[in-house]
């Protein structure tokens, strides 16, 4: 239990630097801070121990639920942030993974939506950008952002329609 307050608090300050370093706009840092309080909590293999292989319960390595919950907040939070990183470095396919990696873990995480549905809409995946954001709409109907990626996506497959549209006219002339 002790380990894992102390790498939980470990992995609470890298966030902190990585906040810091992300608000000075020194992206990098922020990214290695984000994945080494990230590994923290990972090494703290919540849930397991060797005793467990055995079906005994070992006491000594018991992490209480409430700071169970606390890690696995703080470790959607530290994804998000790596994320949002990839996202302005335009990494879009780690940011997809890591985003994809929070929303298996909470199906509403608003962060994770908009970011993968940021993603797909600059890859040009436009139906799949449209299901994160219609989820993410439905538990956040009035947020200002979603709407505006929603007009965005409208935006882009009326382009897209259209192009297609203006390409075939006169398809049949030409055959």
């Not at 992206?27 to 055995?54: C, T, V």
């Not at 639920?65 to 396919?93: G, P, R, W």
């Not at 935006?155 to 075939?168: N, S, V």
């Amino acid at each position: 239990m002790e380990k894992a307050q102390q790498g939980f608090q470990a992995a609470l300050q890298l966030k902190q630097q990585g906040n810091d370093h992300y608000k000075a706009g020194e992206l990098r840092e922020a990214l290695r801070a984000y994945h080494q309080g990230h590994l923290h909590l990972k090494s703290l293999n919540l849930g397991f121990s060797p005793a467990s292989l055995f079906g005994a319960a070992d006491p000594g390595t018991a992490v209480p639920a409430e700071l169970t919950q606390a890690i696995n907040k703080l470790l959607v939070d530290l994804k998000n942030n790596m994320a949002a990183i990839f996202l302005k470095q335009k990494k879009f396919e780690r940011c997809e993974a890591l985003a994809t990696e929070v929303i298996q873990l909470d199906a509403t995480n608003h962060k994770s939506l908009l970011r993968r549905a940021k993603c797909r809409l600059l890859q040009n995946r436009l139906a799949a950008a449209e299901r994160d954001v219609k989820q993410a709409l439905t538990s956040y109907p009035k947020d200002a952002e979603l709407l505006r990626l929603q007009a965005a996506i409208d935006k882009k497959q009326a382009a897209l329609d259209k192009k297609q549209t203006d390409d075939l006219k006169g398809w049949a002339d030409r055959l």
